[in-house]
Nanobody
Framework: QLQLVESGGGLVQPGGSLRLSCAASGFTFNYYVIGWFRQAPGKEREGVSCISSSDGSTYYADSVKGRFTISRDNAKNTGYLQMNSLKPEDTAVYYC??????????????????WGQGTQVTVSS
């Protein structure tokens, strides 16, 4: 059974850092694009970042570019989102998602097949 489990969320002060993890099981992880999305109360789900399955390409939303770094460890079947210089507007539930794709990546949530349950990130003093 395919499963994605996020962890690493929590409460952090503005300017702080968190690293989210997305542990995958039940599928061949290295064939899948991994995307990170977030949803704040009353807002639509937003694509934050993605990383390709094969060519190492990545994408970042303008709102997180230069502050967030996406990575993956195929040997551990785990994806990561390192979040630095966090701002209150980064507060949201963060989700990882997966879809099989050969090259490149994208952050249209409608295109992703599998989703984790989400982890809350709260940035507040």
């Amino acid at each position: 059974q395919l499963q994605l489990v996020e962890s690493g969320g929590g409460l952090v002060q503005p300017g702080g850092s968190l690293r989210l993890s997305c542990a995958a099981s039940g599928f061949t992880f290295n064939y899948y694009v991994i995307g990170w999305f977030r949803q704040a109360p009353g807002k639509e789900r937003e694509g934050v970042s993605c990383i390709s399955s094969s060519d190492g390409s990545t994408y970042y939303a303008d709102s997180v570019k230069g502050r967030f770094t996406i990575s993956r460890d195929n040997a551990k079947n785990t994806g990561y989102l390192q979040m630095n210089s966090l701002k209150p507007e980064d507060t949201a539930v963060y989700y990882c998602a997966a879809v099989p794709l050969g090259v490149g990546c994208f952050v249209d949530p409608l295109e992703y097949d599998y989703w984790g349950q989400g982890t809350q990130v709260t940035v507040s003093s």
